[in-house]
Structure formats: structure tokens, C-alpha cells
């Protein structure tokens, strides 16, 4: 079995179900509610172990109720959070997801800014049975000593680039795929091809996943395109970070980029298919039948 | 010591502080975050005990953790919650309350369809100890089954009708007093003293709070006024339940109800003076003084 250790936020998401989302300063009731456990690398980690991996999470969590759910949910996943210890006086990432019936998502989130940056309590070396680490752009400090150990060890260092990152985090990935949005916020470049090769410095493997477009990618100065899987989406919360996931574990599994990205694209695209964020990442099983179908 | 018996709502709710209120479906980031419990019935248990009642809480909680914190939060305020057992299979009422930098608020809130309404678990006797019992509309037919109990034994039972309420209920009460918004959807009349005398059975007494300008009152077709005490507000989350528990309390030690009301009104006044909900109630000796201080 091939590990990927996973590195970046999780969160105790609250998702309240409205007839339509609130506009102003007054009271609103949901018609359901749930409460799962989200954030980039933590569905990452889900995706990972779902697929058939070994995962490890290293996340910084609170003391208190919040934090002690995600452990637990992430315990059930078969994600080991053992060294993601409770901060204490910390608070945990938690987030309110307003829905409404058109599947319109209104997200207010919190994280602590008092949270340590530092990453003094992860691990100077990476496990001997390490295949692979992700990190996400949530906590770039964290992120980045575990991307150096990996690059030293000679295993892959996947960053999710959802966002703008710091270009030191980007240098230390072996590859680094971004979303369109984070693409842009990093470049200043909208034109996707364009963008990737002018981050393009030869030191690392660039790519962009561009949704129903499929994945842009980018290796010394030679651009390549993966198509994506057509489905009927139904929810795509948490379908990049089981993008990410898979690919990490793919790559950790010794596949080369091109079929990482289809085995990832399935995964996504599955999940794209079910409701309830993470709750949809799709099982190795799951995953590999749809390949052979969409193959044939 | 007097004992109260609370019978109706207790919420957890995540309070977050973002600069300007969310108005459509996009991302937004709080400032911080305040974890409290909430809810009227379990807020006004919270106020009696701090003025040095005898606290109980009949309320009903799903198997959570949202329901082992508010169970526990109440522990520490020392209000008796062990017959509050949690549901389960259902959820305990949360809520998500976004408050700019003006102190306006969105509530977004949940409560369990599925809780079930019989109060069959509720006692059929009630404490030999008990002094009164204050219910909200929360629970209807748990504040019912108490009310009569209350009222076969002689004692009081006060209804906080912040909303419209079953006419059967206001009818089981010793003392209904309504907000402002609660009165005018119970009797569809915009004026309160017109209100209350449509109202008036000369079964029960009556009354209407209205903030800053204190409370109207109405017994056997006698309208009455008592004046609020002016404060500088600081927030007001919470201080109509704590007016409704101070006043539950006052009347179960035998005070009359100008007394209660006045009593009741300085301690929801001094709340208002203070951030943070429900944490904000004073304790007896505050109340006490205050009350010295604006009547020499």
C-alpha cells in the first residue's frame, strides 16, 4: 500500500439547507442541517485512504468540540491524525455553509489567527514508508517542510494551489497543480497555457485543472492537455481536493502524470455525482471500473 | 433558595464577527468566533441561577456534540439539566449568527423536525421543591404538560411569548408576558394596551415588554405600567430571556409583580450592558445593587 501524507486545513463544516440565502440582518431557519468535516488537505486525506492508500494528516487543530470531531471523522475515514495534536486555547477551523435550493452556496468561515505558524511539530524526517506528500496553500509554512524532506527523499511533492501561494511553496513542489482561480491570482495571467509557462522555470511539473475542460499541464516549456470525464454533476464541494488526493496517491503509486491525471479525473468525477462533499469520494473499486468503462 | 423549572429551547450557537453582513453566494471570512449556548428557556435558567435560584432545565437535545456542549455549559452555570437526556438519532438546535461591526445580526437556525412533541418523558408530578415554572414557545406541549402541573400545585407559571403561541398555552399560564413582535402576532392588534385587553379573560395576568419603554401590564381589565431603567446598550443577545428568568424567579420567591417586574428589568437592563449574550446576566448582588443605586 503507498502512502501519501497529507499536509494543510481541516475544518468542522456546518451546511444549513435554505429556501433561498439570506440577503440581511434578520432570522432565517434551515430546513436541514449537517455537519461534516471539510478543508483542502483533510478531504484530500478522505479521498487518499477511500481509494485504497495509506494517509496521514498533519492539521492544526483547536481544543475543543470542533476539533475532536474532525479527529474523530477523520479517525473513521481511516485517516491517521495521530500526530495532530489539540492546540491548546486554540480554536478549530469552522466554517457556516448556507444552501439554497438551487445548490447556491453562501460560506462564512473562521479560522484562528492566533494558530501557529511554525512548524516545529512536525517531523525533522519523513516516515521511511512515505510515496508521496500533499500540501495545500492553508498553511504554507507547514506545507513547505514537509515539500523539502519529500524533494530530499526523492518522493513527489503535490501542492493543491487553490489560491495564491508563496512562490517558495511553489518552487518546493515537484508538482504543482492549480485551480483556474489560483492559476490567475498567482500569474496575473488569464490565458491558462500562458500562465503555466511563464511560472515554467523547468524545476517542476505545472498543470491547471480547469473543471469540465480537463487539465492543462505544463513540463519544460511543453504544454499538454488531459481531457475530463463528462457526468451529470450533482455537487461539486470537495471534488478538487478528491482531485488532488487521488492524483497524489497515483503518483505515489509510481504512475506517470498523464494517467495520475485520468485515475484523478475519475475520482472527481465520480464524486461529482453524489451529494454531501467528501461523503462522495468514490472507492478504489468505485474508481477503477469507470476508468474501464470510459476506456472501452 | 426558590426553585425554577425552564421548560423549552436550548441552542448552541456560533457566533461569527464579519466586517459587513454576507447579501449573496460567495465566500467570507469572520474576524473571530464565540461558541455559546443559547436558546430562551436554557438562557433564562442560566439568569436564575446566577441571581441565586434553583435552576432545572426540561429541554430537548439530540445525541451530538453540539448537545454534550450545551449539556455541560449549563453544568458549569449550575443549572440542573440531568433529566435533559440526549434524543436518539436527533440533532440539537444550532445556530449561526453573523453580527457586523454595527452589532446588526443574520440568524440563521436549525431545529430537528423530527424532535419528537410528546412530553412524555417530562415528570407527572413536579418537585415538591419547586417554586414556579417558566416555559418558552419553543416546546409547546412540554410548557403545557408543566404549566397545568404548576398550576394544580398553586405555584406560577410564566410564559415567555416572544412569538405566537397556542391560545391553550397562554390560557394554562398564571402569567403571560409577550414581546412587543409575540403580542401583536397573538393578537393581530398594533397597540399593546388594546392588545392585552383583547386578550384579558380575567383568568390570568398579563403583560408586554417594550424595551426602553418598559413593561404594560393587565389584570382584570386594569392596565398597568411599570418604566424601564435607562442604560447605555451594549447588546441585547439574550437580555429578553434574562428579563423572563429573573422575573419567574422574583415571583417564585413571593414577590409581588410590580416588584418582579422591576427586579426583572434590572437585571436584564445591567445584561445589557454587557457583550456576549447570555454570559452577560448578572448575579444577585449586582442586580440588587443596581437596583438600590436607581431607586435612592
Not at 11 to 32: C, F, H, N, Q, W
Not at 81 to 106: C, K
Not at 132 to 147: I, N, P, Q, S
Request: glycine share 12%.
Amino acid at each position: 500500500m503507498s502512502t501519501v501524507i497529507c499536509v494543510g486545513i481541516a475544518t468542522l463544516d456546518y451546511i444549513y439547507a435554505v429556501p433561498a440565502l439570506p440577503t440581511e440582518g434578520a432570522k432565517y431557519r434551515a430546513s436541514a442541517l449537517a455537519v461534516l468535516g471539510g478543508g483542502i488537505a483533510a478531504n484530500a486525506s478522505v479521498a487518499v485512504a477511500r481509494l485504497g492508500g495509506d494517509a496521514s494528516l498533519y492539521t492544526r487543530l483547536g481544543d475543543d468540540i470542533a476539533g475532536d470531531a474532525i479527529r474523530a471523522e477523520l479517525g473513521d475515514e481511516g485517516v491517521d491524525v495521530a500526530a495532530s495534536l489539540p492546540l491548546g486555547g486554540r480554536r478549530s477551523p469552522v466554517s457556516a455553509i448556507m444552501v439554497d435550493r438551487a445548490g447556491e452556496r453562501m460560506i462564512v468561515s473562521y479560522s484562528d489567527p492566533d494558530m501557529p505558524a511554525e512548524p516545529d511539530w512536525l517531523p525533522d524526517f519523513l516516515p521511511a514508508d512515505a510515496d508521496a506528500v500533499l500540501g495545500d496553500t492553508r498553511w504554507e509554512a507547514g506545507a513547505l517542510k514537509l515539500f523539502r524532506l519529500a524533494r530530499a527523499a526523492g518522493i513527489p511533492a503535490i501542492l493543491d494551489g487553490d489560491r495564491k501561494a508563496d512562490p517558495d511553496l511553489v518552487s518546493a513542489a515537484s508538482h504543482a497543480v492549480f485551480s483556474e482561480v489560483g492559476l490567475r491570482e498567482q500569474t496575473g495571467v488569464d490565458d491558462l497555457e500562458k500562465a503555466l509557462l511563464g511560472l515554467d522555470t523547468g524545476a517542476n511539473w505545472l498543470a491547471v485543472t480547469a473543471g469540465a475542460r480537463g487539465v492543462v499541464t505544463c513540463r519544460h516549456g511543453r504544454v499538454g492537455h488531459v481531457p475530463a470525464f463528462a457526468v451529470d454533476v450533482v455537487d461539486t464541494l470537495g471534488a478538487g481536493d478528491v482531485w488532488h488526493g487521488a492524483f497524489a496517491l497515483a503518483l505515489a503509486e509510481g504512475q506517470g502524470e498523464d494517467e495520475a491525471i485520468r485515475f484523478a479525473s475519475a475520482a472527481a468525477a465520480i464524486k461529482c455525482t453524489r451529494f454531501g462533499g467528501r461523503k462522495g469520494a468514490p472507492s478504489r473499486a468505485e474508481t477503477e471500473t469507470f476508468l474501464k468503462e470510459r476506456t472501452s
